[in-house]
């Protein structure tokens, strides 16, 4: 098996889904409510340092100084999912974000129900090549056994997340009453749609996805994974400057590839996953990522980064220009976003390219949200002059509100690095379907990078774009990994697609 390279030897084969509609209330054995109108088509670490010939004492130094501390920290990711407080809001303790009108609705552009967008607008993605022609799913239903093998990867992991969404409501009487709810109400949408796959209209997977999380926010819960989001992101901050001091001591090109290496490894911390939830339950997870860094081998099972490096680096005396605006679609919160994103926007943003991160505004899984992604972004920024110049060009920060630890605070111009909310609620992203204020932060855009599986695999690994596109993904899934990249669980994505 492939992920035998990485050191992922005894890891189990399985992958984990997520979410759908309510469609109607779930009550007394029977769903009551009005009919469901038609559902249209909707939308590693290569640490060669060379260093006066001793690269194995800087190498041992440089891995001490963030990955074990990591590693240390690991026990606070793997523990059990602390309980929230009781009488939180109904809303995982969130409030409704506000700056996009704060409430859901469900589409009757494209998808009648299980589509989570925020009012009042929804634009098309002004950088796909042919919108008409889009299609965000990858996976096709049709196949019955396809659909089966879903609504059992669903089924298999309802258990687990209704442990989690109790949790995140404080373990009440009232949260597990409406646990329960959901999890009758989701198993018999599952049912209905095993005997009849066109109840609802049209069923690509990445509708099949977006089940779960409107179900769950119609039982009012809403961040499920709330708490395991901020521990993660702590222990992930706690070694984000030891991780940034190494990347700085290594040659351009390495840094590069550490940097695509260090994003596709981080990317195996996914609740999103049923494998990755078996690693978490083991407590070997961070195990997993340690020897996926360091032992992550090329060639990927997709594997287009030496046309990517050229496009940045050039190749002899030929230097490329920079990417005037990159657009980062990011995934998870914690290591995937602090280590596997946040540096790969900051090389960017050290090469004059403006960076915005793209990112949910309301939650899904652990997928880091727009909301929250300013405070990672100003905890970053403390210990890096590159992110905290760049984040207060980009408004997301003043620079009085930040304590930098080399207590530098000249003024300088600075390329802007922003964050924008996508207008949807779900770990895949329809692009005929996003923000107003994501359409616009596209209109300049020369790069986009899509990562992790529901952004690029699941939806957009056929997309086109009128600009340059990179992909980055490790598959979690060992059926989808045979199916779209003939490869097997833990292979990696690296696509990258010139503008043609």
Known sequence: MS??????????????????PMGAPYTGGKIHGPPLGNLNEKGGLALNIMVLGRPDLILESLLISWMEKFVQKGTEITAPVPMAPPGTTGLGGFEVPSSKGGTLRSDASALNVGVLHLEPTLEVFPLLADPKMYEPNTIDLS??????????????????????????????????????????????????????????????????LELREECLREFQFVDVYRSIKQRENEASLAVLPDLLAELDSMT????????????????I?????????????????????????????????????????????????????????????????????????????????????????????????????????PDIVAEAAKHCDILRKAAEAGGLLVDAMINTSNGSKENSSSVPLMVVENGCGSPCIDLRQ??????????????????????????????RFKCEALKLAMVKNQRLAEKLIKGNIYDCVCRYEPVS
């Open 269 to 373: 911390f996914d609740w999103g996953s049923r494998a990755c939830v078996e690693l978490y339950h083991k407590g070997t997870i961070i195990e997993i990522y340690r020897m996926s860094r360091n032992k992550m081998q090329r060639p990927w099972q997709v594997d287009d980064f030496d046309v990517f490096k050229e496009r940045m680096l050039g190749s002899g005396d030929k230097k490329p220009h920079p990417h005037k605006r990159a657009l980062l679609f990011v995934d998870n919160s914690g290591a995937d976003v602090v280590l596997g994103m946040l540096p790969l926007a900051r090389e960017l943003l050290r090469r004059g390219t403006e960076v915005v991160l793209v990112a949910n505004s309301l939650p899904a899984l652990n997928d880091v949200t727009a909301m929250e992604l």
């Open 3 to 20: 992920y035998e390279k990485h050191g992922l030897d005894d890891l189990m084969v399985h992958q984990l889904v997520e979410r759908f």
């Open 143 to 208: 196949d019955h056994n396809e659909l089966e093998y879903w609504f059992t990867v669903l089924s298999e992991h309802l258990s687990d997340l209704v442990d989690k969404a109790v949790a995140s409501e404080g373990g009440t009487d009232d949260a597990k009453r409406r646990g329960d709810a959901f999890a009758h109400a989701f198993s018999a949408h599952l049912a209905r749609l095993m005997e009849e796959p066109a109840a609802y209209g049209k069923l690509g997977l990445a509708n099949l």
């Open 252 to 267: 351009e090109e390495t840094r590069l590839l550490t940097l695509i290496e260090g994003a596709l490894a981080a990317n």
């Open 434 to 463: 996003v923000s107003s204020e994501l359409a616009a932060a596209a209109k300049d855009a020369d790069l986009i990078i899509l990562e992790g599986m529901g952004r690029a695999l699941h939806t957009n690994f056929n997309a």
